[in-house]
């Protein structure tokens, strides 16, 4: 399994923008699929992006396609999800996730390692 550490989030205006970093640990991070999940008070957690070992396959919840971008950076152990065009109903507390499979299936039960987790806020 790899350790993950999720940095980035904070608050912010509706309409402002936010990148979430999520490092890694362990040597075979490159051959991991990587996914961004959240969960709102009150709510299940839900998919919001994932993509492939390779970064070639992307997948994107439809809330949030064409305002976010996920993407990854295999030398430095990280992937990102740059979040634009913040709404209210993206708050919430944000987890980074691996999957030793290495593919991007939306699904929080592909992913067997998770982070602890970073708040974002958008206030209206």
């Known amino acids: 399994q790899v350790q993950l550490v999720e940095s980035g989030g904070g608050l912010v205006q509706a309409g402002g923008s936010l990148r979430l970093s999520c490092a890694a640990s362990g040597r075979t991070f490159s051959s991991y699929g990587m996914g961004w999940f959240r969960q709102a008070p009150g709510k299940e957690r839900e998919f919001v992006a994932t993509i492939s070992y390779s970064g070639v396959t992307t997948y994107y919840a439809d809330s949030v396609k064409g305002r976010f971008t996920i993407s990854r950076d295999n030398a430095k152990k990280t992937v990102y999800l740059q979040m634009n065009s913040l709404k209210p109903e993206d708050t919430a507390v944000y987890y980074c996730?691996?999957?030793?499979?290495?593919?991007?299936?939306?699904?929080?039960?592909?992913?067997?390692?998770w982070g602890q987790g970073t708040q974002v806020t958008v206030s209206s």
């Open positions: 996730a691996a999957s030793s499979s290495g593919g991007s299936y939306p699904s929080p039960s592909y992913f067997d390692s």
